[in-house]
């Protein structure tokens, strides 16, 4: 027999399937949201300083919030400008030293492997003309097929280039207005919340708000240890380039992957273009091997996950959930959505606790 239900039930179960629909919604459109979703955790962390600028007076005169948001904007950009700076510089130097080595890598390479293939029977020569023979050999047999992949390739990674520019471009915009009415949209959003749940929330929200201030400083942290520890372990290795390239590998740790492999990656370039044996590589493996421990094993858990309160197991398995989940996307906001997360297991954990269904014996 049905239990007809008040119309107390009916709203609470109309306003769900909302929510859920909008959260679909939201799954939905994972791509697009990219800008948005940049936009949003930055103007979260430089709200506070575009505050500290509008409040500056001298004398009768204060700088409008608009203006404040425009500086604090322009000088995000100019920092991201100067670590391009010192990439590119590295790059415009290693890149063509690395092209006229790969011959010399090849030939060495040859010299050590072929008696062992030659050994078991197979003649292939693995210098720069031999491989540059048997990769024309191949072509000639399949142009057709690799030209129509070729093609195809271009269509999707002009495409998919484009798409990256257009959200380059939007996310100063979308920060822009983000930042402009910050406080507004605060204060919009917090008329959604029902009454009667206005006060917890809102003391949930201030916890969550400190947990994320000690998220961005344990980064911080992190990402400073790091770029000593790179810096230092580089140049005792003697790398020409190791302070600009440790610090490059350490500042970008806060982008999962890319930062640490373009850290690698130019270490590894490094080492081929200064060392003539392995002993360079070697040194950049042991080297980076060990920064990635330190960083997934020690420094992130501790520095950053005892800060918000989570597990060091938590954390691990954090980064690995969200960025199975929601992608690139899901590894940026893994923690905060965490922390977020353990805010809302704790106030349900002692409502729990406290509730009959525990109590009752």
Request: hydrophobic fraction near 55%.
């Amino acid at each position: 027999m049905l239990i007809p239900l008040s119309t107390e039930q009916k709203q609470s179960l109309l306003w769900l399937g909302v929510a859920l629909a909008l959260v679909v919604l939201l799954a939905l459109l994972g791509p697009v949201l990219m800008p948005f979703v940049v936009s949003g955790i930055l103007a979260y962390v430089l709200n506070p300083w575009v505050d500290k600028l509008s409040a500056c007076r001298i004398r009768k005169w204060s700088l409008p919030r608009p203006m404040a948001a425009s500086i604090t904007i322009l000088l995000l950009i100019a920092a991201v400008l100067a670590m391009a700076l010192v990439i590119v510089p590295i790059l415009q130097k290693e890149i063509p030293q690395l092209q006229a080595q790969i011959p010399r890598f090849f030939d060495k390479f040859d010299q050590t492997l072929s008696p062992l293939l030659a050994a078991h029977g197979f003649t292939i020569r693995l210098d720069s003309a031999g491989i540059k023979g048997l990769l024309t050999e191949q072509l000639a047999g399949s142009g057709d097929v690799i030209g129509k992949a070729v093609l195809s390739s271009i269509k999707v990674g002009g495409t998919a280039v484009l798409g990256m520019l257009a959200n380059l471009l939007l996310i100063p915009i979308v920060l822009f207005y983000l930042l402009l009415d910050w406080h507004a949209l605060l204060e919009r959003l917090s008329h959604f919340i029902p009454r009667r749940w206005v006060s917890a929330t809102t003391s949930g929200l201030l916890e969550v708000d400190d947990l994320l201030a000690q998220y961005l400083r344990g980064q911080i942290l992190v990402m400073l240890v790091l770029a000593a520890y790179y810096s230092i372990a580089l140049s005792i290795a003697r790398f020409d380039l190791a302070i600009p390239v440790g610090i490059i590998t350490g500042f970008l740790v806060f982008i999962p992957y890319i930062g640490y492999g373009l850290g690698l990656a130019l270490a590894l370039i490094g080492a081929v273009l200064q060392f003539n044996g392995l002993q360079g590589l070697v040194a950049v493996a042991i080297i980076y091997g060990f920064g990635q421990l330190l960083e997934s094993f020690i420094l992130t858990p501790r520095l950053v996950g005892e800060r918000i309160g989570l597990h060091p197991l938590t954390v691990i398995f954090a980064l690995m959930a969200f960025g199975q989940l929601f992608g690139f996307i899901g590894i940026l906001v893994a923690l905060p959505a965490s922390a977020i997360i353990s805010v809302a297991v704790r106030h349900l954990r002692s409502a729990y606790l406290n509730s009959t269904f525990y109590r009752q014996s």
